[in-house]
């Protein structure tokens, strides 16, 4: 295979009385604080002078290319691109300047797996640097999301050809440990007597606590993952009959539900809530609450930064709809939209700020007001953006 990125450096670490509640709702707080202890006490001693990176993947062919910007007040400067072949997923540590990026190859080293790559994170021409490639499981191919634990402990990736779901543990300088862990799915029986295979696709981890959610457009699955250093878990599953798009859900801000976008049945967003009986997680639940219809598929999501609600992306005519959703009861009620004459394949939400990439330029818009002037629209250097990401580095 045409390896083509970067060139490897030597690999190295980088330095890393309130009311009555339920006695479930308690048990889920437990386990979600347990979860995020570390990552609450970094989060209390990292400096207010912290600077937003934007990583934007685009692709042509099996080449490709990740664009990497500085944010600061008013300005968003490309820093540099990192040549990278078949990327196809990104995700950004919580803590440390550390990139993932999963390489969408049919074998590597001689054998059928993808594999991950670690980059340092730098505020320089050269904004990415590899630091080592790490082999997924043995048939883990065609990686299609990668996500990070806020705790900043556990990595998991989508492997879509594969039928899989892959784990890594991080060291405390953000590198893969060990090999891959991962678990094999089966195909599901459907109304008509057929069985259709799996094809794990989106992943998101709760943003409090080391649980995951994955979906799997191929069998209908939706899962609750929870890693670890020696297995990786599936506390809770709930079978849909509405499918689900390719589209990564997303878990609202206070940890309590997963919104994700259906396949079937004309087009809708569905709400479930997670509810964990344990302090541990081991025994858990997914329960659907209600769907609400989309006039389009919804073909993006992201989650809103401090409320229960979710921003969507779908096409209309020669561009795209941007929407905010809120969680009203069980249902889901469209607060704000605008119109965008790009269509848009990626969003990502950072510090009051909606980030839209379509195939050729980026826009970024308020939260507070979808309909506001665009705070930034710039024109991108490629085309065949898939990806964009938003990553914090602390200043040195």
């Not at 048990?27 to 209390?44: Q, S």
């Not at 981890?205 to 993952?225: C, N, V, W």
Request: proline share 8%; aromatic share 6%.
């Amino acid at each position: 295979m045409n390896e083509k990125s970067t060139e490897v450096q030597p690999n190295e670490t980088t330095p890393a009385l309130p009311p009555p509640v339920s006695r479930r709702k308690f048990l889920a707080g437990a386990a979600a604080c347990a979860a995020a202890g570390p990552t609450l006490l970094r989060a209390a001693v990292r400096p207010s002078n912290s600077q937003t990176m934007l990583h934007v993947a685009s692709h042509n062919g099996k080449n490709g290319y990740v664009h990497t910007y500085t944010l600061t007040s008013g300005e968003c400067k490309l820093l540099g691109a990192t040549a990278v072949d078949s990327c196809a997923a990104l995700a950004p540590h919580p803590l440390l300047p550390v990139l993932y990026l999963a390489r969408d190859c049919p074998q590597w080293e001689g054998l059928p797996r993808g594999v991950i790559e670690t980059y340092a994170v730098a505020r320089g021409m050269r904004p990415l640097r590899l630091l080592a490639r790490t082999p997924m499981a043995l048939s883990a191919t065609g990686p299609r999301s990668l996500a990070v634990s806020s705790c900043g402990q556990h990595l998991l990736v989508s492997s879509s050809t594969g039928g899989a779901w892959n784990a890594f543990a991080l060291d405390r300088g953000g590198m893969p440990v060990g090999v891959a862990i991962a678990r094999k799915e089966t195909g599901a029986m459907l109304h008509s007597h057929t069985v259709s295979l799996p094809t794990p696709h989106g992943l998101v981890f709760s943003p409090h606590a080391a649980f995951a959610i994955g979906i799997d457009p191929g069998s209908g699955r939706m899962t609750l993952l929870q890693p670890s250093s020696e297995q990786l878990v599936a506390p809770a599953r709930y079978q849909t009959s509405r499918g689900f798009t390719s589209a990564s859900p997303v878990w609202t801000g206070d940890g309590r539900y997963v919104i994700a976008a259906d396949a079937r049945n004309g087009a809708s967003l569905s709400i479930y809530e997670i509810n964990f009986m344990s302090a541990d997680g081991s025994n858990a639940d997914i329960r659907p609450l209600g769907t609400t219809p989309t006039a389009t598929p919804v073909t993006t999501l992201a989650a809103h930064p401090t409320h229960p609600a979710v921003f969507t992306s779908r096409r209309q005519g020669s561009g795209s709809r941007l929407e905010l959703w809120k969680i009203h009861g069980s249902d889901l009620r469209l607060a704000c939209d605008t119109w965008l004459s790009s269509s848009v394949v990626a969003l990502a939400e950072h510090a009051g700020g909606l980030w839209a990439a379509s195939h050729d330029r980026l826009i970024c818009l308020p939260v507070e007001d979808l309909r506001s002037p665009h705070a930034f629209e710039l024109p991108l250097p490629t085309r065949g953006v898939h990806a964009v990401v938003a990553q914090n580095l602390i200043a040195l």
